[in-house]
């Protein structure tokens, strides 16, 4: 099975970085609702910038389509506590007793230690738990085990998550070492392929499991003969007690039940109002899932939801990406509500008219090329919801659904959030990073006038045709490539981008304005991909999360296997790093070289090459360099990370029945996160 992993953020720090305005390719409805004034950053703390998006356009929906997406984003926030406790087994607990502090301490919030906590708490609200969001190590607070004490002791009127029989000194008792300690629970998800990946990892998808005993289980139960598999695994926790293994199934009844519960009553509300019949079938679909678990039912949903490319408003909503499973089988719960921009779709409406001039003119071997190019979908999406794991931090381009066989047999749908990127880009207007990180004025100019324009259509590339690419051999699956299929495939996508974005038809094809727009692109992703995301590590850590290896394993490859011919230079000047491309077109080939050895891999399951490759090009920090881009960074006093408030949807009624729906920009982060504590806690 073939799973095909949300972008998260593939070049977060971009817009920041480039330091980009709009390009060539205008955003009409974004552009003319920009609200004067409006505040796009909000808070700022630790490594991590708060973001609020507008919805451009929605102002314009019918009251239907209103009324619509006002159910699908409550069916998306009824999915906050699932990933909360997928994350880690602890973390409710600990986000309510967060929540209870902030609510009702009554001491001084003056002091040093409770900007401290507050600073520990806003981090565990951003990433939906108490390991980072990104690198999924344990972050510490910086205040005392007393001090927490005290926080809990004077806070008074708010209820505490005690269990039957349990005191507030048990509860202490039981928090403290989960929060203070650093070696319990130390990682969320382990890449260590010389460790057990299950015992190691935090992550709450087994319990008592050894990654053995998770691999004989599903092995009994794959039939690699079966040509439309379910995606075994994706909706259950793996759990051995007394000896006997089975899975606990995320259902209404089961796993998950209450929420789920809540989840299905929304989408009910929801499919009164669809658009279309194909629609109203997509929902009850899902809902049919929900209640039963059934994975075949959510691959006749994710049938139903490919082939629904006429409705303007559109979602996602269930258990989908296996970013945080060390095995890459199941899925964490995410959400996002959307609809269709019409003007800016015309790019991707192109690209997706021409996929299978691109299949044909890939360099990867004709072996593993696809015969058809079948209903590759396309369009650029404004947000209106972000949930689960799509909050805070977002995506800016999904392709979906993954199973390889419903992409080959129905296509796929490929969506770039462009308001989510308008956002950034307002948000980072001004930045010293471009100047800091960026060799010399003609290629910070060539950034600023190109960089978002290229970086979108590299997202539309990527998503939209890149992870469709390719086929797998007969036999293949993806978790062939187990722990490193993730780097694997977002660097096989991210190359199919790069190889294409600086080919001559997307000039002609009108995608591009001319050849300049591509070199920024590269210029971006070479600079990020060999020094500036070092500023996400911390200093004698490796690179772990699975984008990263990605950008990591391409731009050292090419970098490495180009010094013959100094294709790309490392210079210094006046004590700073800098690299800079000398020969484009080479770097094309380069790209299209590694891309043809990545098809490879993925084609054929060889989990050897794919380990020498990402261990050997994608892991490693230059301990130097890595030290002189925290100091360079450090004096910029910036966060390298951001994620999003959400608008808040209100319905009017007339007689009972909703006649429109009103949208407001919340601005207090704080506020937010302890509203949907109350509101939207039911496990």
Known sequence: MKKILILLLLMLVTPWITNCKKGEVKVKDTKAEAKQGFKWQVDQFADIRILRYQVPGFEELTPRQKELIYYLSEAALWGRDIIFDQNYRHNLKIRKTLDAIVEGYQGDRTTPDWEKFMVYAKRVWFSNGIHHHYSTDKFMPEFSPEYFESLVRGSQGVKFPLEPGQSLDDLIAFLKPIIIDPTVDAKKVSQDPSRDLVTNSAVNFYEGVTQKEAEEFYARLI??????????????????????????????????????????YWLEKAATVAENDLQRQVIEKLIDYYRTGDLKKWDEYSILWVKDTESAVD????????????????????????????????????????????????????????????????????????????????????????????????????????????????????????????????????????????????????????????????????????????????????????????????????????????????????????????????PGKTIEQAHMRARALVSHWVYEKGKPENVISRVTRDGKTYFVINDYKKLRRLYGELLKEIQRITSEGDYRAARDLVETYGVKVDPELHKEVLERYRKLNLAPYAGFMNPVYEPVEENGKIVDVKISYPEDYVQQMLYYGKKYSIL
């Open 223 to 264: 039939n690699k003969n079966d040509p439309t598999p379910i995606s075994y695994g994706l909706n259950s926790r793996l759990v051995k007690r007394d000896g006997k293994i089975f899975e606990e199934v995320y259902r209404v009844g089961g796993k998950y039940g209450p929420a789920i519960e809540k989840i299905v």
């Open 315 to 538: 979602f996602i909503n269930g258990f989908i990406e296996v970013y945080n499973d060390p095995l890459g089988m199941k899925a964490t719960w995410e959400a996002l509500v959307n609809f269709k921009n019409p003007e800016a779709t015309k790019r991707v409406d192109v690209i997706s008219a021409n996929a299978q001039w691109f299949e044909d003119n890939s360099p990867i071997d004709p072996r593993f090329k696809r015969e058809k190019a079948t209903g590759v979908s396309a369009k650029v999406i404004t947000a209106a919801i972000l949930g689960g794991d799509c909050y805070p931090s977002t995506p800016i381009g999904i392709n979906l659904p993954n199973p390889n066989w419903i992409r080959r047999m129905y296509g796929s749908k490929s969506v770039t959030l462009e308001n989510i990127t308008y956002a950034y880009d307002q948000s980072s207007l001004d930045s010293p990073f471009g100047p800091e990180f960026t060799y010399n004025e003609e290629i910070l100019e060539r950034i600023k006038k190109y960089g978002s324009l290229a970086g979108n259509v590299h997202t539309d590339l990527h998503e939209c045709l890149g992870h469709g690419s390719g086929k797998l051999l007969p036999g293949v699956k993806s978790e062939d490539l187990k722990n490193y299929h993730s780097p694997i495939e977002e660097a096989r996508a991210d190359l199919f981008a790069l190889y294409f974005i600086m080919d001559p038809k997307l000039v002609e094809l009108g995608v591009l304005p001319n050849e300049e727009a591509a070199k920024a692109e590269y210029d971006v992703q070479i600079r990020n991909g060999l020094m500036t995301q070092l500023v996400r590590i911390e």
